[in-house]
C-alpha cells in the first residue's frame, strides 16, 4: 500500500504536466497491493474460472484509469476513488465473462427474493428451515445449492456496493461522498458483528485474514461445503442490511 508521508496528488499533477510514464508506474506500484487485496476479496467468484494475476491484470487496468481520471479539485481521497474503480473493473470483468452458470445464476436470485420474502413476512432475517419451506425445498437441498451459489450471492452483493459506491463517487457533493463512506462502512461493521458467532468466524476470515474456504474449513473443523454455505448465508444478511440502509 502507498506510504503514509506518499504525496499521490503532487504525484498524479507532475505525471499529467510531464506525461513521465515512470512516474504514473511508480504510483502504480505503490498502490499495487490494493489491487491485489481487492481482487483477492472476490476470488471465491471466479477462482474456478481464471486465475488471480488475470484478475489483477483488470485492475491495475482501473488503477491507470484512476489515475488518468481522478479530479485534483473535488477533495475526495485519491485511494476512495482507486478502490471504487478498481473494484467496479473487476466486477464488471467477473459478470461480463458469464461464469457462472445460468441454473445457479437464476437460484440466486430466487434465493435473494425468498429472504427479502420472508424478511418482511416475519419482521427478521430466516432461518434456512424457514427459507427451505418458503422455497419449497428440503432443508439439505437448500443448503447444499446455497453452498454452490456462494460465487452468485457473493457478485450480487459487491455489485450492490459498487454501483452505489459509484452513484455517490460522481455526485457534486465530496463531503458528502466521504461521509457515506463512513457511515457504510460503520453499517457493514455492525451487520457483520449482528452475524451468529460461526457466520461471524467465516466473513472475519475469508475478508479479513484472506483466507480461502478449504483454509476455512480446516480452522473451523468443517467441510468446505458447509463453509460456502454459511458465506452465501451471511452474504444475504449483509445485503439485506445494506439494502435497508441505503433505502433510508
Known amino acids: 500500500m502507498a506510504a503514509s508521508n506518499y504525496d499521490v496528488i503532487a ?12 512516474l504514473r508506474n511508480d504510483i502504480i506500484l505503490r498502490y499495487l497491493d490494493l489491487v ?12 474456478k474460472y481464471a486465475s488471480p494475476d488475470d484478475i489483477v491484470n483488470e485492475g491495475v487496468l482501473a488503477l491507470i484509469s484512476a489515475i ?12 476512495t ?11 464488471d470483468f467477473v459478470r461480463k465473462q458469464d461464469w457462472i452458470p445460468r441454473k445457479i445464476r437464476s437460484f440466486g436470485r430466487e434465493l435473494d427474493a425468498a429472504y427479502n420474502e420472508l424478511f418482511e413476512k416475519l419482521g427478521r432475517h430466516p432461518k434456512n428451515a424457514e427459507l427451505a419451506e418458503h422455497m419449497g425445498l428440503s432443508r439439505a437441498e437448500l443448503e447444499k445449492r446455497m453452498a454452490e451459489s456462494a460465487g452468485a450471492v457473493t457478485l450480487s452483493f459487491e455489485e450492490l456496493l459498487y454501483e452505489d459506491n459509484f452513484e455517490i463517487m460522481n455526485s457534486d457533493d465530496s463531503a458528502d461522498a466521504a461521509l457515506y463512506e463512513t457511515e457504510q462502512k460503520k453499517v457493514i461493521a455492525k451487520a457483520v458483528d449482528d452475524l451468529s458467532p460461526q457466520a461471524k468466524q467465516v466473513i472475519t476470515l475469508y475478508y479479513y485474514e484472506r483466507l ?11 467441510t468446505e461445503s458447509r463453509v460456502s454455505q454459511i458465506h452465501s448465508k451471511a452474504m444475504l444478511f449483509l445485503k439485506h442490511e445494506l439494502s435497508e440502509y441505503m433505502q433510508r
Open 81 to 91: 476513488y482507486a478502490n471504487i474503480k478498481i473494484k467496479g473493473a473487476i466486477v
Open 68 to 79: 488518468d481520471t481522478f479530479d485534483l479539485d473535488r477533495g475526495v481521497k485519491f485511494e
Open 11 to 22: 504525484a498524479i499533477k507532475e505525471y499529467r504536466e510531464t506525461q513521465n510514464i515512470n
Open 212 to 222: 480461502k474456504f478449504s483454509e476455512i474449513a480446516k480452522v473451523l473443523g468443517i
Open 36 to 47: 491485489r487485496l481487492l481482487a483477492m476479496s472476490l476470488r471465491n467468484v471466479y477462482i
